[in-house]
Structures are given as C-alpha cells and as structure tokens.
C-alpha cells in the first residue's frame, strides 16, 4: 500500500539531559560554551538510535498518508480457517510504520464527493499492543469505498513513542541512554566528517546496547 510519513513535532524531551551529557565527557557544568553543540549531539544520537532500532522512544505527533483504504485481497485457499480469517484481518489493517504506537488522533480522506471527511473514531480499532502496531475496522464497519483515485488523499495523525513522553512519564531503558551517550563522546571528540585513524567499535557499544530493543520491520 503506497504511504509516506513524517513527523510533525520533535519530542518535549531527550532522553539523556545536558548534564548527563556534560557527565559523561567529563566536562564541568560552569563551562557553558559548548552547551548548544553538545545539545545538538544529544539530539543527533537520538535519532541515530531510533533509526537502528526502528522505534521511536519518546512520543511525537506523526502524519502518514495513504492514496487509498486496504483492499479485502484474496484469502489463502485450504480449510484452516485460523489462516483464513488471520489473511482476512492482515488485508485490512493498516500497519504504522516502526514500533511505538501510542494513539490515533484522526483519519481523514477526501470523499467521494470531493470534500474532506474525517471517519468517526467508533469505526475503526487502534492496536497499540503490537509491534507494529495496527489499524482496523471496528467489528461490523469497513474502510469507505473510494471512486477516485487520488494519490495521498488518506491523512492519519497519530503518535508514535513507546516509552512515555519524557516528561510526565521516562520509562526509557538505561542501555538506551548509555548508548546515546557513548555517541555524544564520538560526536564530541571526532567533529570531522574524515579521520586518517582507524576506528574500531567497543565491545558492548552501541549496536550491542540497542540490540535488545531493536524492531525488525519492512518498512
């Protein structure tokens, strides 16, 4: 199914703070000069983490479209009908993509008619449970019936997070900020985009601490 997305805010936190960071290169919390660069290495290592692990950590409001609602496909063929109905349910289900879905705001699609309509959330079922997580029809209801094809006419606005939202709530595990750290050190002592010196990855460095929380998904 054609989709794009795309995050509309940034989390209200970091996982690891400008303290911490300020810790762990061993640098004094009276020295500010470097605060909005070791900020932005903050911020950089973060998202360098949530790419390899295919999961967002704190929540943020995202927006993925679609140019149209899942087809029912063709169901596989035998009599086991556990296969037949998990076939079923896969056709209709939008997947999001990465792990971490918190919630569905809104679904929006351009009407038959041409205007915009936004589907009542009584008629679809959000599963935040599974990774990744899934949209569906509510039991008795159907995706609408699109005429037109129009390519991005589908808007659905949901949050993605899968460890609070960094402020009320930090449920984000410690190997996670250890590894966000150990890239704020590399950031901080290589500011180049070359070295002529032959780097080497540290046992238990950083793919080894995301490893565990790492999302293996298409998408």
Known sequence: ???????????????????????????????????????LYIVAARQYCERVMQRYIFTRSMLMTLDYFPLLS???????????????IRSLS??????????????????????????????YVVDTVSEPGRIMPAPGCVWPYQQNYIPGQVQITYTMGTYGDG???????????LAILLLVSHFYAHREATTEASLTNIPLGVDSLLAPHTFDTVY
């Open 1 to 39: 199914m054609p989709l794009s997305y795309r995050e509309l805010t940034q989390p209200a936190a970091e996982p690891v703070t400008l303290a911490m960071a300020k810790q762990q290169l061993v640098i004094d919390n009276t020295f500010t000069a470097d605060d909005t660069l070791i900020t």
């Open 74 to 88: 063709e169901c596989v063929s035998g009599a086991d009908q556990y296969a037949y109905v998990s076939s079923y």
């Open 94 to 123: 939008i997947i999001v993509p990465k792990a971490g879905l918190a919630s569905v705001q809104s679904i929006k699609y351009t009407g038959n008619d041409g205007t915009p309509v936004t589907l009542p959330a009584s008629t």
């Open 167 to 177: 402020v009320n709530a930090d449920n984000c595990p410690t190997d996670i900020k």
